[in-house]
C-alpha cells in the first residue's frame, strides 16, 4: 500500500473541485489548476474529502501513480488556497534585477540585459536583490525559478551569480601564490 496515496485530502470551503472521468479541475482563492488523470487512477468524493485509489494494489507502476496523483492533487489544493513562492537571490557588483509588467528585466554581467517574460499565472516582485516568484501552480513557480537562477548559476570562488535563497554556496579557496624567495 502506498503510504502517501491511502490519505484523503481535505478539501477546505472556498474550493471547489469539478471532477470529470479524464480531468480535475479545482478552483479557488487564488486560482483555477487542471489536472489531466490518468486511467488507472479513481477519484472518490465524499463530503470535504478527497481519495485517491487504484485497482490493482500489487502493481509497483499503479502504486507509483497512485502517490504521485495525490501528491499532485493535495499540492493544486494547496496553491489554489495559500499559494507557493521561491526567492532567489541576486549576487555581484552591478547585477541589478527588475520587473515591468509582465516582463523581467536582468543585468547579469553581460554584454547586453537579458529580458524574460513572466509565465502567466505568476507574479514576481524584486526588492533590492531578492526576486520573489509567486504562483498558484507548484511546478510553474519551480520550472521559471530554475530558469532565472540557470542564466547566471552561482560560482563558487566569490559567489557571484543567482541562488535560491536558502541555498548555500560551498565555496572554493583561490589560487594560493608562493612569495619570492620563500623556497629552499
Request: aromatic content about 4%; overall charge positive; charged content about 25%.
Amino acid at each position: 500500500m502506498s503510504r502517501i496515496g491511502k490519505k484523503p485530502i481535505l478539501i477546505p470551503s472556498g474550493v471547489t473541485v469539478d471532477l470529470k472521468p479524464d480531468t480535475l479541475k479545482i478552483k479557488g482563492p487564488k486560482g483555477e489548476l487542471n489536472l489531466p488523470l490518468h486511467p488507472k487512477i479513481k477519484l472518490i468524493m465524499q463530503n470535504s474529502e478527497l481519495s485517491v485509489d487504484i485497482s490493482d494494489k500489487q502493481s509497483k507502476q499503479e502504486k507509483a501513480l497512485w502517490g504521485l496523483f495525490r501528491s499532485l492533487i493535495n499540492n493544486m489544493v494547496t496553491g489554489v488556497t495559500s499559494g507557493f513562492a521561491k526567492s532567489l537571490e541576486v549576487n555581484g557588483v552591478g547585477y541589478k534585477a527588475a520587473v515591468s509588467g509582465k516582463k523581467m528585466v536582468l543585468n547579469l554581467g553581460y554584454s547586453h540585459p537579458i529580458e524574460l517574460a513572466v509565465p502567466s499565472g505568476l507574479e514576481a516582485k524584486v526588492e533590492k536583490n531578492i526576486i520573489t516568484l509567486t504562483g498558484a501552480d507548484k511546478q510553474a513557480v519551480g520550472q521559471f525559478a530554475a530558469v532565472v537562477r540557470g542564466l547566471r548559476p552561482p560560482e563558487p570562488y566569490k559567489g557571484k551569480g543567482i541562488k535560491y535563497a536558502d541555498e548555500i554556496i560551498r565555496r572554493k579557496a583561490g589560487k594560493v601564490v608562493k612569495a619570492v624567495g620563500g623556497g629552499k
